[in-house]
């Protein structure tokens, strides 16, 4: 009933800049808070960001802060990374998901690669 579609990943060089999109498809009103979580190789997936659905409220991991803006636009059911000054730590699969304080997750979506190059 729900599909999380990630999009808008693809290879840039350190220091460039890419946006990511997020489609909540299946359901029209999302309350939750809605954030992003990455996963690179090997590695256990982790926290990015997070918005309420207001949008008043935004939350940061410390690896990302100062450099990703999270946003959501609610009547498109759409959530967005704006992600600038890439690094090559920052490569990795980016999904999206409901935020981390609710304790409750939807069926994860395939996820967009995002590789930054040295």
């Known amino acids: 009933q729900v599909q999380l579609v990630e999009s808008g990943g693809g290879l840039v060089q350190a220091g460039g800049s890419l946006r990511l999109s997020c489609a909540i498809s299946?359901?029209?009103?999302?309350?939750?808070?809605m954030g992003w979580y990455r996963q690179a190789p090997g590695k256990e997936r982790e926290f990015v960001a997070a918005?309420?659905?207001?949008?008043?409220?935004?939350t940061y991991s410390d690896s990302v802060k100062g450099r990703f803006t999270i946003s959501r636009d609610n009547a498109k059911n759409t959530i967005s990374l704006q992600m600038n000054s890439l690094k090559p730590e920052d490569t990795a699969i980016y999904y999206c998901?409901?935020?981390?304080?609710?304790?409750?997750?939807?069926?994860w979506g395939q996820g967009t690669q995002v590789t930054v190059s040295s």
């Open positions: 998901n409901v935020g981390p304080r609710d304790n409750t997750f939807l069926s």
């Open positions: 918005i309420s659905w207001s949008g008043g409220r935004t």
């Open positions: 299946g359901r029209t009103f999302i309350t939750y808070d």
